[in-house]
């Protein structure tokens, strides 16, 4: 599926500290998504921005969040709560950190499928003012009611055995 609109976004993760006592041998590290950036720095990806009790904050790039026409739905949805949140996706990988970003997204649905894959780490953040901005122009654009129509079930109890032999 082809996106409508595109909006560049910085990602911010967390990389906790292993709590424990065997992380020198296991190597375990906790990534959590921790926020987006409306304009993503000028800054190589993983650069360290602070310390954190719980560990550190990394910039882990720039990254590109496509909107669908056909989801404005979601996005209204989304907007409507009142604490719009965009869903991150996250998966251990080869990379020299650990860890790859598979997804960024608006959608509460999307967000939702990236939890089925079972290994990847998905949570959400808050969304910027900025960006909730740009979706509201954008779902007033593109959005298109559409009726809820409920298909009818066919009554199987007037049918005979003959029809189906």
Avoid at 17 to 35: E, H, I, M, Y
Wanted: net charge negative; with cysteine.
């Amino acid at each position: 599926m082809t996106p409508t609109s595109q909006i560049e976004i910085g990602v911010v993760l967390e990389r906790q500290r292993p709590k424990s006592p065997w992380a020198d041998v296991t190597g375990d590290t906790l990534w959590l998504p921790a926020a987006i950036l409306p304009a993503a720095p000028d800054l190589p990806p993983f650069t360290r921005l602070t310390e954190t009790p719980s560990g550190e904050l990394l910039f882990a790039g720039c990254f590109t969040m496509a909107l669908h026409r056909t989801e404005t739905a979601n996005y209204r949805d989304n907007l409507a709560t009142g604490a719009p949140r965009i869903w991150i996706a996250l998966r251990a990988s080869a990379s020299a950190q650990g860890i790859t970003i598979i997804g960024v997204t608006p959608d509460p649905a999307e967000g939702e499928s990236y939890t089925e894959a079972g290994t990847d780490i998905t949570g959400h953040v808050p969304m910027p003012s900025e960006i909730a901005a740009i979706l509201a122009d954008f779902v007033a654009e593109h959005h298109i009611e559409r009726p809820f129509i409920k298909r009818r079930r066919r009554d199987w109890s007037s049918d005979t055995e003959d029809e189906f032999a």
